[in-house]
């Protein structure tokens, strides 16, 4: 199997196991406990990877709430601010191309009483600052765009998008779930106020993630969605999964993966050189280093999937292909139906290699000109 679907999920890497697993067995305390010393040292733990965690984003530790993962974290930034009664304001601007964790809770908030505006991308999958600018009126609360969109790679300005927002008073979340640790980013630089990442998305492990909530200038102000027993300064109660959150504080302070925008590229000439009717989607410099999603003319992406079962890839985000709906991403991108079913993502990893990278290779082009070869029946 050469897995090629890094922004679903990735493994976890050895060095972060290694550092995760005495936290199972003999350092089992809760964090909670600071009655003995095994909740001390779980304590303590846990306080020294809020600090690695902070200083990635240019953070104070202070301003790092544990959660379950980027969709806990988006559901905390959108309806905890929402919901505080510190707020008046009731309009909140997004876009088309975030990630479900955004969309949902946004769409919940419709039904009490929000506006919410999603803003469109244009053919690159980027949004527009001066109609970013335009929508935010002075009932809006919030801004809510993704760093690094997950099904095509495009990153949006969020340095820009910061300014703006603080010029017009108004809070910026960012889900920088794809971005973390491999983005530069710097909270206070770019203005953001809020920020979710997950480690599941960076070689550490399922069930774990932050939400930065900044502190002062301004400080957020954001409701707890989970109540019993006051844990993370009563933002998020509950046990703190230690082991998680040192294998979180390990993925993102893995050396930098300097190799896999050479692989990429190797990938997407490689096919783009040997196939005709092939695009790519979204924009082509802004965009994730290890990220190509790609449309072959003439070929299902499910069928393509099924043609080369050996090779792990996406033909639509992994998250949102339970609903069975083609890629809403790609439709916002205004990509016509036939373009969205020919698309494959291919999200490499830090543990490719050059030769897989070449059978794969190999394997989407025979596969794309067998689909091809078998007539246009079964594709557009
Ligand atoms: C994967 C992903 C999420 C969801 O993260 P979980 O930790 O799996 O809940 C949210 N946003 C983006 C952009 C993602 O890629």
Partial sequence: ??????????????????????????HFGNAASRHHALGCDAAKTVETARERIAAVI??????????????????????????????????????ATEHRAVLDPCEVLETRGFTVTYLGVDGDGCVDLDRLATAIT????????MHANNEIGVLHPIGDIGALCKERGVLFHTDATQSFGKEPIDVN????????????????PKGVGVLYIRRRDPRVRCQALLHGGGHERGLRSGTLNVPGIVGMAAAATLPPDDGVRALRDRLETGILSRLDGVEINGHRTH???????????????KALMKAMPEIAVSSSSACTSALLQPSYVLGALGCHEARIRGSVRFSLGRCNTAEEIDTATARVVESVQALRAAGPRRHT
């Fill in 138 to 145: 002075d009932q809006t609360l919030m801004v809510s765009i």
């Fill in 189 to 204: 630089a770019m203005g953001i106020d809020l920020l979710s990442a997950t480690a599941h998305k960076m070689h550490g």
């Fill in 287 to 301: 965009r994730l280093a290890n990220t190509t999603n790609l449309s072959f003319a003439g070929v299902d992406g």
């Fill in 1 to 26: 199997m050469i897995y090629l679907d890094h922004n679903a999920t990735t493994p976890v890497d050895p060095r972060v196991l290694e550092a995760m697993m005495p936290f199972f067995t003999e």
């Fill in 58 to 95: 240019g953070a104070d530790p202070r301003e790092i709430i544990w959660t379950s993962g980027a969709t806990e974290s988006d559901n905390l930034a959108l309806q905890g601010v929402a919901q505080s009664s510190v707020y008046r304001k009731k309009h909140i601007v997004t876009v």
